[in-house]
């Protein structure tokens, strides 16, 4: 079995080394940029979504019949009154 990372310590010189595999510091950025991108478009998806279906962006309220321009729930203004 293949190790990823290894660490080790030498002695006399006090000092720390570790050796990776090249592909594994790429994979991690790319492992953390997917779920950066991910959550980000997610959340634009969300929002997009209940702006098209009547609902409060930030809590996601009902706002049908509501004309006060204001979301009762939390206070943020409505595009359309």
């Not at 980000?40 to 996601?60: A, I």
């Amino acid at each position: 079995m293949r190790q990823t990372c290894m660490t080790s310590y030498a002695a006399t010189a006090r000092t720390w080394t570790v050796s990776c595999a090249a592909w594994f510091p790429f994979a991690l950025s790319l492992a953390f940029a997917t779920l950066v991108g991910g959550r980000t478009y997610y959340r634009y998806r969300r929002r997009r979504s209940s702006r098209l279906h009547g609902h409060c962006v930030k809590c996601g309220y009902d706002l049908a019949g509501n004309l006060s321009g204001r979301c009762p729930e939390c206070g943020t203004p409505t595009d359309s009154p």
